[in-house]
């Protein structure tokens, strides 16, 4: 009886893995439609070269529309189609026409990074209002309304991935970024919300949490601060841009079909708390 159970299990992975696989497939036929925020530099332009190699046509989207381009540039000297798009989160009539032109050029939406963020390291006691309006604005209300901008569309479809960006200091906190870690928690809390709500219409949400990361801002912290944080890490390494877009590209594809409402953790084991 356990051996053919345990031929029973075998048989159903192996089915299962076929499944995928034609999933994948199918995917990379028709040319998924991947829209990413933040794209246009860091770990935005890494989730975004990523998923257009694995065959999803990507809408590129920044306030910074120059760098939104060389992100493109970089997807199309590898032979992939994507376009460049600017996008203001923190403006709600940028993110409306950015919805209907994407609509109006790609017909709909099969996956949404919500990657666009900003922060400023500083003493909380140090800081003021016109910074927490800004940060809160970049890192939690504008995924609020982007999602809510294409969450119909989704519906609609019966399917889709959205793929919230969050950090490990709105997992644990960080000194110096205490609004941002209150911003990036609420990102987390969002994104179990959303996939309890959204479940029902075949719609995954999910939560990618960088530790320290190789971007830019992490450059700009001094050298010695860096060495000392790299020391902490279990793996001795900082996170690259390319680390944080293979966690995305999990949870956009079907290998991750039956997981929502999920927080991944990438930070090299700096953080191993629920």
């Known amino acids: 009886m356990m051996l053919v159970y345990y031929s029973y299990i075998g048989l159903s992975v192996l089915h299962r893995r076929r499944q995928e696989s034609v999933l994948l ?3 990379r036929r028709s040319g998924a439609i991947a829209v990413v925020t933040g794209g ?8 975004a070269v ?13 306030v910074d529309h120059a760098g939104a381009r060389e992100t493109v540039a970089m997807i199309e000297e590898g032979g992939f189609p994507a376009r460049a798009a600017s996008l203001d989160v923190t403006n709600e009539a940028s993110i409306a026409q950015f919805y209907l032109d994407v609509i109006a050029e790609e017909g709909r939406c099969d996956v949404l990074v919500n990657n666009a963020g900003w922060g400023e390291v500083r003493a909380f006691i140090d800081s003021d209002r016109a910074l927490w309006d800004r940060i809160m604005a970049i890192n939690l209300m504008g995924l609020i ?3 809510h901008a294409f969450l119909p569309n989704m519906v609609a479809l019966g399917s889709g991935r959205i793929v919230n960006v969050s950090s490990d200091a709105g997992r644990v906190g960080s000194s ?9 928690g609420g990102v987390i809390a969002f994104t179990k919300s959303i996939a309890r709500e959204t479940a029902r219409y075949g719609i995954s949400c999910n ?24 020391r902490s890490i279990p793996l001795r390494r900082i996170g690259s841009p390319d ?11 079907s290998r991750s079909s039956y997981i929502t409402g999920q927080v991944l953790s990438v930070s090299g084991g700096l953080t191993m708390s629920d």
């Open 25 to 27: 497939s199918a995917t």
């Open 40 to 47: 246009a530099n860091g770990i935005g332009r890494a989730v």
């Open 50 to 62: 990523t998923l257009a190699r694995e065959g999803a046509r990507v809408v590129v989207a920044d």
């Open 145 to 147: 309304s982007v999602t």
């Open 176 to 184: 110096g970024e205490t609004v941002l870690a209150g911003a990036k």
């Open 207 to 230: 939560c990618v949490s960088p530790g320290p990361t190789d971007t830019r801002a992490f450059r700009e912290i001094p050298q010695h601060l860096q060495d000392a944080l790299i």
């Open 243 to 253: 680390d944080v877009a293979n966690a995305v590209s999990f949870f956009a594809s």
